[in-house]
């Protein structure tokens, strides 16, 4: 649920051109998605608990916490879904250009919110199945083209290309590596749907981490050395790209690989992001109309509907405004994340621990530094981009506090929460 391979990098290249950009891919890893890796894999294995984050923050910090870690992912999820919607008609309209015309590329962004709550109202098995193909169709294209590339060495300097509409700089493209680089945590809030999860989930991170890691780099340094611009790249500019290697028929198959993406990993996350009031409905934070499953799938069908609302009305805000709000939010919300593993390691030191962070408690402190310290350049993005009149940085003070008021509104109204569930539904499998 981290990548849906090399599609939406491109801005990267555009920002900080080849060299800095391939470093920025090698660092960020090391400094934002391993870090968070060793987190998920410790907490994970330990508690292996429905709703996944929210659990942890709740057990190491009370209620009030984990009701504000499960806000400010939902909210960070608004924006982060409305993302591969987008991608998905990025890539579309390489082929198809009438679906720029008007508002018909949010229509068909819609569609694909829509199919996929469905499907996921189908059941887990589903989306598992769908997830699984995808990853194998989604490396084709692009194992095509790091393959192509030494026989086009320096052969693209001169050549032409669609023009470019990106004024993604440096940093922006900073922004755009970390969201490809993130959502480890993802996955934990499916933990009881997953098999022997303190084996799996600390060997599949830290696996995980390297292979995402080699599926971004290598198609960039194989086009750096065909001599293309860096500034022949934007949001769904591989299409172009395949082009000049392949032909049509690698244009299109590429095009179809980054409408799969976009489908695929909103698929692959609408299961993770509805176990969220799934679970707070069941631990009494949340109406238990939000615990509803279908009777036949086990999907959490009100949860699904309530946040594909949410994720349609964010379908039109563009990619990188996307990418700015959804990190910063998300960032917040994975700080409380890192507070967590060091409070459950202050008051639960006999907690059984299939898996550690190195290094006993400093180590448990020190994990977290790099991933805070990256998302201040979140912040001084935010400046530069408007939401609703007003900074994105605003924006998202707005958003943190409302999860501050939401709290007090819903424990006044429920001060003994909203239900008692003393056992928890089967979900689907």
Not at 54 to 59: D, P
Not at 189 to 214: D, F
Not at 251 to 268: D, E, K, P, T, Y
Not at 369 to 387: D, K, N, T, Y
């Amino acid at each position: 649920m981290v990548s849906g391979g090399t599609y939406g990098t491109e801005d990267i290249v555009h920002g900080a051109g080849y060299g800095k950009a391939i470093l920025i891919l090698l660092l960020t890893p090391l400094l934002w998605s391993l870090p968070t890796a060793f987190m998920i894999g410790e907490l994970s294995s330990a508690l292996p608990f429905e709703g996944g984050y929210y659990a942890w923050v709740r057990r190491a910090m009370g209620n009030f916490w984990g009701f504000q870690e499960a806000w400010l992912s939902l909210v960070a999820s608004i924006f982060d879904m409305a993302i591969y919607p987008t991608l998905f008609v990025a890539y579309l309209t390489r082929i198809f250009p009438w679906f720029q015309e008007n508002h018909r590329g949010v229509a068909v962004a819609l569609g694909v919110v829509i199919v996929c709550a469905i499907l996921n109202i189908m059941g887990v098995k589903v989306v598992s199945t769908t997830s699984l193909w995808l990853f194998f169709a989604l490396s084709a294209p692009f194992a095509a083209i790091f393959v192509l590339a030494p026989f086009k060495i320096h052969a693209l300097a001169n050549a032409v290309t669609k023009p470019t509409t990106s004024n993604v700089d440096i940093l922006g493209g900073l922004l755009i590596c970390m969201w490809n680089y993130m959502g480890w945590d993802n996955a934990s809030t499916i933990a009881t749907e997953v098999e022997r999860p303190q084996r799996t989930y600390p060997r599949a991170m830290l696996v995980a981490v390297a292979i995402v890691c080699i599926t971004y780099v290598l198609p960039f340094a194989a086009m750096w050395i065909t001599g293309l611009p860096a500034s022949a790249w934007e949001t769904g500019a591989w299409a172009d790209i395949a082009q000049l290697m392949g032909g049509p028929v690698l244009r299109v198959a590429l095009v179809a690989g980054g409408m799969m993406s976009g489908f695929g990993m909103f698929n692959a996350l609408v299961m993770s992001y509805s176990r969220l009031p799934l679970a707070m409905a069941q631990d009494g934070m949340l109406p238990k109309v939000f615990g509803k499953l279908h009777p036949k799938s086990r999907a959490p069908w009100v949860a699904i509907i309530a946040l594909a609302i949410g994720w349609g009305l964010a379908l039109n805000l563009g990619f990188e405004r996307l990418v700015t709000l959804d990190i910063m939010i998300y960032g917040a919300s994975l700080t409380l994340e890192f507070v967590a593993l060091i409070f459950l390691r202050i008051r639960e030191p006999e907690l059984k621990r299939p898996f550690r962070v190195p290094g006993g408690l400093f180590g448990a402190i020190a994990v977290g530094i790099p991933p805070i310290l990256l998302l201040g350049f979140a912040i001084i993005r935010s400046e530069h981009e408007v939401v609703l009149g007003m900074s994105s940085f605003l924006f998202a003070l707005l958003v943190v506090g409302a999860g501050v008021v939401v709290y007090a509104i819903n424990h006044a109204l429920k001060p003994a929460g909203w239900a008692a569930v003393p056992q928890k539904p089967e979900l689907a499998a």
